[in-house]
C-alpha cells in the first residue's frame, strides 16, 4: 500500500509503498476513503524537519538537556549515535481518516466489516486502529464531511473546558482550520464570537462564514470594548500558535472579572500575575481529543471511562461531532479548499508552508488492492544457512539490532512490523529482502532458521511458542514470559524441542569488560557481588509500568542483572530476598538479595531516585582479599591483583559481541552461549522478588 511520511532528517514528504497494517487485538483495520491534511500540525512538522541540527535543538530545549545528561553518563559517541538515529527514523503524517471497515480483530463486538467510520488513522490506503479512537459515520453524511470529525474534537474539547452558556461572549484568536471549526461549535452553543488572525484573508474568509473578524495587528482591546462589550468578554480560546507570550496577555486584558482562557494552540506561558489576580481568571490547556488521549489504557488497550464519571471523552467528542454533521448543524463543505488524488499527494503539500489554503482533502482509489503485505521482494536468499526473520521493527531494532546483525553479515530475509511503515523504513535502510506486517510469512518459511523477537514485552512468549512450533531457533529480546504461565508454557514446548537454539538479549555478560573481570575473578566462590543501578525515573503511564504489557521494571528490564550476577557466579539462583520503598504499583527503587547454589551472594540495587548525570550501572566484585570495579561499562579497575590494574574502552554493553557469537553459533553449529536452564532460572528469579517485595519473606526458586 502507499503511505504518506515525512523524514525528520532530510525534511522530504514522501509517498512511499510499504507493506499495509495487520490486523491487531482490540483494532479494526480500514480502507481509506478521504483523508484530511491537518494544516497546523502537518505545516509545523514539515517546516520542523527542514531545520539544520542546531534549528532542531533551539526548538526543543528539553531534548537538549536530555541529551547532555546521556553524554555525562554514557559519552559523546554512544550518545550521537542514539540521536542520529532516531532522526534517522520517518514518521507518518496525518491523523483526520474516512473509510470503510474491511476486518475486526476476534475481540471486537461493536463494529461490523462494511461500516463507514472515521479514526485518528494516517494518510494511508489502509490504517489499522484501536476500537476507541474509531466512529461510526451516519449515513447522511459523506466521507468528505466525516473526515473533519478528528480535528473538529479538538475544538470541542476546548469548548467542554470552557463550559460556554447560552448567550455568551468569546473570543477565538487564530483562524485556521480548529479555530473556524470552534468558532462554529460555539455558534450553535448559542454564544456569539468574535475571531482574530494575524492573516488578512483568513479574516476576510471567516468573515465570509458569518464569524464576525478583526485582524489581531489591530488595537485588540480598543475593538472589544467598543464593538462588542465593554465589560469583557466571557471566554478566549487561544487557536493559534505564537512563540511570545503577547496572545496569552491579550487575551487577559479583554477578559471580564472571573472570566476563562483556554490554550488550544502554542504560546509562550508567561502569565501578567497583576491582570489574571485582579480578574480571578482562569486558564487551562485543552489536551487534543479529550479525556483518554495519550492513556494507553484507554487507546490501545480499549478500556472506556464510565460514562457517569468521564461524560465525554475522545470517540464520545468524535460522536458528538457527527452528530453535528448528521443533523446539518456544522457544515464543512465549505472550508474544503482543495481535493486531490492520493497518488497525486506531493502536489497537496507542495505549496503548504505557503499556501492560505484553510485545508486540503486527499481522495483515494477505490480499486486499490487490500494485499497482507506487499514489498515482498524475488530475490533469492544468497547463503543457504543462517536465514535470520525478525519481527519488531521499533527503537530498540533501528538503534542496536539491525546495525549488530548487519555488521556481523547476517543474512536477514525479513523485517516485520504491525504496521508495516517501520518495517519497510528499515528494509530499505538495512537492504532486507522483505518488509511485512504478516508474522506467519516469517514462521511458514522453511528457509529462515532463526527469528528475532524485537517486540514489546507481553508478546515475548507467545512469538516464542510459535517459533518452536514452526521448529525455528529463536533470539528474544528480554524477557523471555513476564509470568509464569506463560513461562511455564515456554518450558513445556521446548522439552520436546531441545535442537533448537534459544538465545536471549542478556548482552551485558558479552561486554568486554564484563568478560574482562570474569576471567580475573577465576574459579573463587567466596564471590560477593554488588550491583547498583541508576535506572533513572520513567512517566507513571509508561508501559514498562503495566505488568500485563512490560512485566513491570523489575521482571521486564532489573532481569539483565540477574543474568549479569549469574554469569560472574556460574551458578544458578537458588533464594531471592527483596524490599522496596518506591511510591508507584511497579517495584523500581529495589535492594534485591541473592543467593546461589554455590554460596556466592550478591544484591542488586535497583533505583529510579537518582540523577541522570551519574553513571547508570556500577558492579562491585569482592573475592580472595580481591575487588573489581566495573564502572558503567567503560572502566575497569583492579585491587589486588597481579598484573592488573585498571583498563578503560569507550562504553560496551555487549551488543555486538552477542550478536557476532549468535551468527557464528547458527552459521557453524554449537549450543547457545547461555543454556536455556540458565535463562529459565534468571527468569523465575525475577518472578520471586516481585514476590518477595509484596510477601516480604524469602523466597526460594524450585
Known amino acids: 500500500m502507499k503511505q504518506i511520511i515525512q523524514h525528520l532528517n532530510t525534511g522530504e514528504t514522501l509517498l512511499e509503498e510499504v507493506p499495509a497494517p495487520a490486523i491487531q487485538k482490540g483494532c479494526v483495520l480500514i480502507k481509506t476513503k478521504c483523508s484530511l491534511i491537518s494544516p497546523g500540525t502537518e505545516k509545523m512538522l514539515i517546516e520542523f524537519s527542514k531545520y539544520n541540527l542546531l534549528s532542531k535543538a533551539r526548538n526543543n530545549p528539553e531534548r537538549v538537556k536530555q541529551v547532555l545528561d546521556k553524554i555525562k ?104 482550520l480548529v479555530g473556524i471549526l470552534t468558532a462554529k461549535l460555539l455558534a450553535i452553543n448559542g454564544c456569539k464570537v468574535v475571531g482574530f488572525d494575524i492573516d488578512e484573508e483568513r479574516v476576510e474568509f471567516a468573515n465570509t462564514l458569518n ?271 513476564i509470568n509464569a504461565v506463560q513461562l511455564s508454557a515456554i518450558e513445556e514446548a521446548y522439552r520436546t524441542s531441545e535442537q533448537i537454539l534459544f538465545f536471549t538479549g542478556f548482552n551485558r555478560r558479552h561486554a568486554p569488560l564484563a568478560v574482562k573481570a570474569k576471567q580475573l575473578i577465576g574459579a573463587f566462590e567466596d564471590l560477593n557481588i554488588v550491583i547498583t543501578v541508576n535506572a533513572g525515573i520513567l512517566p507513571s503511564d509508561h508501559w514498562l509500568h503495566n505488568e500485563q504489557i512490560g512485566g513491570g521494571r523489575i521482571i521486564g528490564e532489573a532481569c539483565h542483572f540477574f543474568d549479569l550476577m549469574s554469569f560472574f557466579a556460574s551458578s544458578d539462583i537458588s533464594d531471592v530476598y527483596a524490599t522496596d520503598n518506591s511510591t508507584s504499583a511497579s517495584p523500581e527503587n529495589s535492594i534485591i538479595h541473592l543467593t546461589y547454589k554455590n554460596g556466592v551472594q550478591g544484591v542488586i540495587n535497583y533505583f529510579s531516585n537518582g540523577n541522570k548525570s551519574y553513571p547508570k550501572e556500577k558492579i562491585e566484585i569482592y573475592s580472595g582479599n580481591r575487588v573489581l570495579i566495573l564502572d558503567n561499562f567503560k572502566k575497569l579497575t583492579g585491587y589486588g591483583f597481579k598484573n592488573f590494574s585498571v583498563k578503560k574502552t569507550l562504553q560496551n554493553k555487549g551488543h555486538q559481541d552477542q550478536f557476532e557469537s549468535m551468527v557464528n553459533i547458527l552459521l557453524s553449529g554449537g549450543k547457545a552461549y547461555t543454556s536455556f536452564s540458565s535463562l529459565v532460572n534468571t527468569t523465575k528469579a525475577t518472578f520471586a522478588a516481585v514476590k518477595s517485595i509484596r510477601e516480604k519473606n524469602v523466597v526460594k526458586i524450585d
Open 73 to 176: 553518563s554514557d559519552g559523546i559517541i554512544p550518545t550521537l549515535e542514539a540521536v542520529f538515529k532516531k532522526l534517522d527514523q520517518p514518521l507518518p503524517l496525518g491523523y483526520c481518516n474516512a473509510g470503510e471497515v474491511i476486518a475486526i480483530a476476534d475481540d471486537i463486538t461493536e463494529f461490523k466489516v462494511g461500516d463507514r467510520v472515521i479514526s485518528n488513522g494516517g494518510h494511508a490506503e489502509f490504517v489499522c486502529i484501536p476500537k476507541n479512537l474509531v466512529a461510526k459515520i451516519p449515513d447522511n453524511v459523506e466521507y468528505e464531511e466525516a473526515v473533519f470529525t478528528v480535528i473538529a474534537a479538538i475544538g470541542l474539547q476546548s469548548i467542554r473546558l470552557a463550559q460556554p452558556q447560552l448567550g455568551e461572549i468569546f473570543v477565538v484568536f487564530g483562524l485556521g
Open 211 to 481: 464569524i464576525n473578524s478583526y485582524n489581531i495587528n489591530s488595537d485588540v482591546e480598543s475593538i472589544i470594548r467598543t464593538n462588542i462589550i465593554h465589560s469583557g468578554v466571557d471566554a478566549v480560546i487561544i487557536t493559534a500558535a505564537a512563540q511570545n507570550d503577547k496572545l496569552i496577555s491579550t487575551a487577559a486584558k479583554i477578559c471580564r472579572k472571573k472570566a476563562r482562557i483556554i490554550l488550544v494552540g502554542i504560546a509562550d506561558l508567561k502569565f501578567e500575575r497583576e491582570e489574571f489576580y485582579k480578574k480571578e481568571l482562569q486558564f487551562q490547556i485543552s489536551c487534543s481529543y479529550g479525556p483518554g488521549r495519550y492513556d494507553e489504557s484507554y487507546e490501545d488497550g480499549g478500556i472506556d471511562y464510565p460514562l457517569a464519571y468521564v461524560r465525554w471523552t475522545e470517540k464520545r467528542n468524535f460522536e458528538s461531532i457527527l452528530e453535528c454533521l448528521q443533523n446539518k448543524t456544522l457544515d464543512v463543505k465549505p472550508l474544503i479548499s482543495g481535493k486531490f488524488v492520493f497518488s497525486k499527494a506531493a502536489d497537496a503539500y507542495k505549496n503548504l508552508t505557503d499556501t492560505k489554503a484553510i485545508t486540503n482533502l486527499l481522495v483515494y482509489d477505490d480499486e486499490s488492492p487490500y494485499i497482507q503485505s506487499i514489498l515482498v521482494s524475488e530475490k533469492i536468499a544468497k547463503a543457504s544457512k543462517g536465514i535470520i526473520g525478525i519481527i519488531g521493527a521499533g527503537n530498540f531494532a533501528s538503534m542496536t539490532l539491525l546495525p549488530a546483525l548487519k555488521k556481523n553479515k547476517a543474512n536477514i530475509k525479513y523485517i516485520s512490523s504491525a504496521s508495516g511503515l517501520n518495517a519497510q523504513q528499515l528494509a530499505k535502510k538495512y537492504n532486507i529482502e522483505n518488509a511485512v506486517s504478516n508474522n506467519q510469512m516469517i514462521f511458514e518459511d522453511p528457509a529462515v532458521e532463526l527469528v528475532v523477537i524485537s517486540t514489546r514485552h507481553d508478546t515475548h512468549a507467545e512469538l516464542i511458542l510459535q517459533s518452536i512450533t514452526h521448529k525455528k531457533h529463536i533470539f528474544t529480546e528480554k524477557p523471555i514470559a
